[in-house]
């Protein structure tokens, strides 16, 4: 199953979005893309708890 990821559900003006298999790649990738275009480090934890906030559960993100 896919998750959709828009850099603009996450408070920035971005037209950046992911659409892939819920991985941690995934979440990873969204995380190299704020640092990279947004300037902010957030940690894997953090990311992950925004995707989270955001009403994915953990569990259904593969490993």
Do not use: P, W
Request: proline share 0%.
């Amino acid at each position: 199953m896919n998750l959709q990821l828009r850099c603009d559900d996450y408070g920035f003006e971005c037209e950046f979005e992911l659409n892939e298999e819920k991985t941690m790649g995934l979440i990873k990738k969204l995380r190299d893309h704020f640092e990279e275009a947004h300037g902010i480090d957030y940690t894997i934890e953090a990311v992950t708890q925004m995707i989270t906030n955001r009403g994915h559960s953990l569990e259904s993100i593969k490993k």
